[in-house]
């Protein structure tokens, strides 16, 4: 009735790096949309792995997985690591007050351990929004 569904391009990407063994992080345009500060859902996604670097086709869409260093998977709470992504892909003096109110209300939602210690693993000029984060929940 409804055709073919497909799963997600997230759930194939979280698939493929169980199967490698690999850490993935979303980044860019993905990462904007999972935090919700971007409504567009982007036709190619974009992944950060400690495993190989390779462009997968899934019907119209693609995920691409880029090779990065240990830091840039170091996180340990899932919203704190996309909203270093995130953060990443605006721009360092680009971050609007609607985007870091966004992500302020976001990270208040995690761990306060994780948001602690994935602070430190952040650049310094998002070290300064996250910690205002730390600051709203304290």
């Given at each position: 009735m409804l055709g073919?569904?497909?799963?997600?391009?997230?759930?194939?990407?979280?698939?493929?790096?169980g199967r490698d063994k690999a850490c993935i992080i979303p980044t860019g345009s993905y990462a904007l949309n999972a935090l919700g500060l971007s409504t567009?859902?982007?036709?190619?996604?974009?992944?950060l792995t400690d495993g190989a670097a390779r462009?997968?086709?899934v019907c119209k869409r693609s995920i691409l997985f880029k090779k990065t260093g240990p830091k840039n998977l170091a996180s340990t709470g899932v919203i704190t690591g996309l909203a270093i992504?995130?953060?990443?892909?605006?721009?360092?003096?680009?971050?609007?007050e609607h985007e870091e109110a966004r992500i302020l209300e976001m990270l208040n939602k995690e761990k306060l351990s994780a948001l602690k210690k994935?602070?430190?693993?952040?650049?310094e000029w998002i070290k300064i929004i996250m910690k205002k984060a730390l600051k709203q929940t304290a």
């Open positions: 073919t569904l497909t799963p997600s391009i997230d759930e194939i990407a979280n698939a493929i790096a567009q859902v982007p036709l190619n996604a974009v992944y462009k997968v086709k992504q995130a953060l990443k892909a605006i721009g360092e003096g680009k971050v609007d994935d602070i430190a693993l952040a650049p």
